[in-house]
């Protein structure tokens, strides 16, 4: 049946073929004859000059056509610090060398003359320059750069966030990047600007991609294409209550025929987090929790890669990758009780928890990309297995005479095991471009915790209350099709997906098994209109559906505290996003606006015992969250010395929180800024001066407070650009600290606060080695990068 679906598919592909062909060039300073990097480039038809196909040039200005019908087209190149250039297509497919003239007019703007432009809408999503923009010389690695990014906020914890609530899902040029959270991280950390081309980030996605993307951040690296062998190697040092080394180094090697790539890196040394809390209980006691977090790291990451041109339209790559955590944690609790006055104690409580959890990530990822006929045909094959392991030991003593009240030892059993296929053709089709794909995607994960308690006999047995044994499978079947065309000025983008979510969650302990089969239609519509070449209009709407995850379904305790612990909740349901954005972008000015609505979002509320004093954390579906936002972004260049880059982000929600038999429906609103001023100094040096600050906001139950913290870095080339250092300060002030404050106190008055250990100095080297036998015409990349800054 599959078969015949795919014959059928390529067939009706193949009755939509025309004459096609490939468009290809460079383009060049007319003064100096080196290329200019990153140039928008239309093609135009004639005589309607209408928009059929759009894109950025790379660093060396070069750019690409693929699946040009036969007809009559020009070209339209825009940069800034240059005049615009129509140039007749005249049926070559190799266009050469295209010159562009400066733009005198220019000199006495803020705008340096020949600078690439920082960040860029195209169309529903904004692309960001990042190799040799100045914005992001002093930043260490990939964590510091989305920390700029208009419309991104990076916690201290490392979690990202897309207009204040969404998580973004990462990926690797343009391809989905399935890892565990803690391998992400490491791999985020692992990158320098100087491997990152560009980030593109898309806050509506289309019906290509998964429904569970509300958000996506697209890491495009920098592809070399120097045969021979390269190499870049880094070391980071961090210091503050602490000591983390991280050490990474990626060497390439390059024929005309294949690419194999090697990325090694290392992380050693110690973290250290605390957690703090207040509750002021039923019997009108007051209890303090203080734990801190000491964190011991051991973490290797291997990565191999190849890639294999098996003809000019056919190419294979083949990732393997492993990322290894091993830790040492201890966490040190104490929980301190007085009355109401807070002076004369009642009960003074030490807990010790040791342990050493363990974490084996392992990866391969098969992927084919390949012309039939007039066809692209994509296809990405992903395995990947994850297994996290943990003994604990767990003591809480009396701190005033010393002696053990309760000894619990637990065993952890955790394996992910994720299997995807996913399959796209693309192909012109009319005036416009179609395609269609679908996907089929595998997901099991098991989790077997045992607890023993020490009983009075001095004996260790099974804790039945706390043991938990449960399995989650998921297997989600999903297609799409999608059609992008242009009528004049107008583009258009409309794709419809659908996807069937069939999961079983099997609780083994409750002996209690929950299944669910769900079908979600999945539609987006994108609208451009180009005022010009550098100004445009955009409408996008889209939906997307939110899947519970297996920590927010498994019914079991993951203790914060002696007294405080999450469960969650095997009945949740998915929640669907229906999305309204309209975004406004003149050059790297971008203004957008945001609207949309969450059905049954999930959440966890707050539930207190006032008999035993425990505070737990549940989960549950809340009936609607409304949501409004608007962006705005605008780096500029004051001068050649003085760059400046600043996003100003407002957001409003409203949602209704069911909370004892009253249903609360807060507006709140909150703003936030952030921004970095980056000063070319004498000898070279980059000095930036980053800021952020979000205002009071929240949820339904809890008001959360602000956060702000300051960052400065310092940068310098050394041996002709091959070693490169870096000096960071951050958090300068210590401000960064996620506090929350329940809203309703006389039903439960608690407050709690998060500090992961921000304030911090790191001291990177990049050294960039190797040895080319041959050079394509792009090896002047490297150059021209310097060139324009």
């Known amino acids: ?133 100045k914005l992001f010389n002093a930043s260490t690695n990939a964590f510091d750069i989305l920390k700029k990014l208009p419309n991104l906020e990076v916690g201290a914890d490392g979690a990202i966030l897309m207009a204040g609530r969404v998580a973004p899902g990462v990926f690797i040029d343009g391809k989905p990047s399935p890892m565990s959270p803690e391998e992400l991280q490491n791999y985020l950390a692992s990158l320098s600007p100087s491997m990152i081309s560009s980030i593109e980030v898309i806050s509506n996605p289309s019906g290509r991609y998964d429904g569970e993307h509300k958000g996506i951040i697209d890491i495009r690296l920098k592809r070399d294409q120097t045969l ?49 809390a207040l509750q002021h209980q039923a019997n009108t006691n007051i209890m303090t929790t203080n734990t801190r977090w000491l964190t011991g790291n051991n973490n290797p990451s291997i990565q191999l890669g190849a890639d294999y041109n098996i003809h000019k339209d056919h190419k294979l790559e083949l990732l393997l990758r492993t990322y290894q955590v091993r830790r040492d944690l201890a966490l040190l609790n104490t929980l301190d009780i007085t009355d109401a006055s807070g002076e004369k104690p009642v009960s003074f409580t030490n807990s010790d928890n040791y342990s050493s959890p363990r974490q084996d990530n392992y990866a391969a990822n098969l992927n084919y990309s390949g012309r039939l006929g007039k066809t692209q045909l994509d296809v990405l094959g992903s395995l990947v297995k994850i297994m996290n392991r943990q003994d604990e030991d767990i003591r809480n003593r009396d701190a005033f005479t010393g002696n053990l009240k309760d000894h619990w030892k637990t065993i952890l059993k955790n394996d992910i095991l994720i299997r995807a296929l996913q399959a796209d053709l693309t192909r012109n089709a009319g005036k416009g471009k179609l395609s269609a794909g679908a996907k089929f995607a595998l997901s099991a994960t098991e989790n077997d915790l045992r607890y023993d308690t020490l009983n009075t006999a001095g004996e260790f047995v099974l804790d039945n209350g706390r043991t938990n044994s449960f399995r989650y499978d998921e297997y989600i079947t999903a297609g799409y099709a999608a059609y992008e065309g242009s009528i004049s000025k107008f583009g258009y983008t409309a794709s419809l997906r659908v996807e069937n979510t069939h999961s079983v969650a099997n609780s083994y302990t409750e002996k209690q098994v929950t299944k669910r089969n769900y079908l979600a239609w999945l539609p987006s519509l ?102 409004a936002g608007i962006e705005v972004s605008f780096p500029v260049t004051v001068s050649k010395w003085w760059r400046m880059n600043h996003n100003i982000r407002g957001g409003y929600k409203k949602e209704q929180t069911p909370y004892h038999g009253v249903t609360y429906a807060i507006p709140i609103t909150d703003y936030s800024v952030s921004g970095s001023q980056v000063f070319t100094l004498p000898a070279a040096v980059t000095l930036d001066v980053s800021y952020f600050y979000k205002s009071r906001s929240g949820s339904g139950l809890y008001i959360h407070r602000p956060l702000s913290s300051v960052d400065i870095g310092l940068q310098k080339t050394w041996l002709k650009g091959k070693l490169n250092s870096k000096l960071n300060v951050y958090d300068i002030f210590d401000d960064y600290r996620v506090k929350y404050i329940f809203r309703e106190k006389q039903i439960l008055n608690n407050e709690l606060q998060h500090w992961f250990g921000n304030r911090r100095v790191v001291a990177a080297l990049t050294f960039n080695f190797g040895s080319s036998t041959h050079k394509t015409k792009q090896s002047s990349r490297s150059d021209e990068e310097n060139r324009a800054m």
């Open 228 to 276: 021979g062998w390269q190499g870049t190697a880094t070391l980071s040092l961090q210091q503050n209550q602490y000591t983390l080394n991280e050490n990474n180094l990626a060497v390439t090697y390059k024929t005309k025929k294949l690419a194999y790539t090697a990325r090694l890196g290392y992380t050693t040394g110690n973290t250290v987090r605390h957690y703090d």
């Open 1 to 133: 049946m599959m078969k015949k679906l795919m014959i059928c598919c390529l067939l009706a592909f193949h009755f939509t073929a025309q004459a096609q062909t490939t468009l290809k060039g460079k383009v060049t300073d007319e003064q100096t004859g080196l290329g200019v990097g990153f140039v928008s480039v239309s093609l135009l038809s004639l005589p309607d000059s209408g928009l059929v196909k759009g894109q950025i040039s790379d660093s060396a200005g070069l750019f690409t056509f693929s699946d040009v019908k036969s007809g009559r087209y020009t070209l339209l190149l825009a940069a800034m610090g240059y005049r615009k250039l129509y140039r007749p297509v005249n049926g070559s497919a190799n266009l050469g060398n295209i010159p562009l003239s400066p733009d005198a007019s220019l000199l006495d703007g803020v705008t340096v003359t020949g600078e690439r432009a920082a960040m860029q809408m195209q169309g529903d999503k904004l692309v960001v320059n990042i190799s040799g923009n």
């Open 526 to 627: 994108s609208l451009t209109y180009a005022f010009h070449t550098n100004e445009q209009l955009n409408l996008s709407f889209s939906r997307r559906v939110t899947r519970p995850n297996f920590a927010q379904l498994n019914p079991f305790r993951m203790y914060i505290s002696p007294l405080n612990y999450f469960i969650g909740n095997p009945f949740l349901q998915p929640s669907t996003t229906t999305q309204l954005s309209l975004t406004y972008s003149l050059r790297s000015l971008s203004v957008a606006l945001r609207a949309g609505r969450e059905s049954d979002p999930m959440t966890r509320y707050p539930e207190y015992d006032s008999v035993t004093n425990i505070l737990q954390y549940l989960g549950t579906n809340l009936p609607y969250n409304d949501f």
